[in-house]
């Protein structure tokens, strides 16, 4: 069974482009959890997409916004970026909203702006 | 407010010796994790244990959640065991919280 794939693996953008990354959750996971883990500090809780619709948000600015697919898939969109964003980007799936089951965690995206 | 907080920050074992890492939380728990999470970054599920005590290999973890804490054993600690344990909470079945970590160095 595939795990969680995040892609890309690294990304290197300036300030005030934007960034898309993307997250394929195991097969049959509905659930779709992402993260940022700047440099030296513990993860913060960024988005929650589950079914297709966006159910939970960390304290994050508008311009991090994201979405998921008929797949389960997602995306999470970086707009405006700045250099504080820089940060390992980790994406999560889970079997469903509610479920008593674990997270299961991807590689990760380390995105960074110059 | 929601804390989930770990001890201790930071760990340095010779190899061969044994250890304890604490997570608490400050709420009733839904579900825990503990994580490892090696020099490339990538998060490891080490154990899912909401409440009672599992087993895997050389390590255990024991959640206690009428008390509100869980443990992280590491008996005859390897250098490839070194990195930084999370534990993460999900108090209400909607997003996890991460503790701040305990960076773990093993030293041969």
């Known amino acids: 069974e595939a795990g969680v794939t995040q892609s890309p693996t690294h990304l290197i953008k300036t300030r005030g482009q934007q960034a898309t990354l993307r997250c394929s959750p195991i097969s049959g996971h509905t659930s779709v959890y992402w993260y940022q883990q700047a440099l030296g500090l513990g993860l913060q809780f960024l988005l929650w997409?589950?079914?297709?619709?966006?159910?939970n948000r960390g304290n994050f600015p508008p311009r991090f916004s994201g979405r998921q697919f008929p797949n389960y898939s997602s995306e999470l969109n970086v707009n405006a970026l700045e250099l504080e964003d820089s940060a390992l980007y980790l994406c999560?799936?889970?079997?469903?909203?509610?479920?008593?089951?674990?997270?299961?965690f991807g590689e990760g995206t380390r995105l960074t702006i110059l | 407010g929601i804390q989930v907080e770990q001890s201790p920050p930071d760990l340095i074992l010779q190899e061969g010796a044994n250890s304890t890492l604490r997570c608490n939380f400050s709420?009733?728990?839904?579900?825990l994790q503990w994580f490892h999470q090696n020099p490339w970054g990538q998060l490891i599920n080490l154990f899912y244990?909401?409440?009672g005590t599992k087993q895997n290999g050389r390590l255990s973890a024991t959640t206690v959640a009428t008390e509100r804490y869980s443990l992280l054993y590491i008996s005859s600690s390897q250098t490839t065991d070194s990195g930084v344990y999370f534990c993460a909470v999900d108090f209400a079945g909607n997003q996890f919280y991460f503790g701040t970590g305990t960076s773990l160095t093993v030293i041969p």
């Open positions: 244990i909401p409440s």
């Open positions: 999560a799936s889970r079997g469903t909203k509610r479920s008593n089951q674990p997270q299961h």
């Open positions: 997409y589950d079914e297709g619709e966006e159910r």
């Open positions: 709420d009733s728990v839904n579900n």
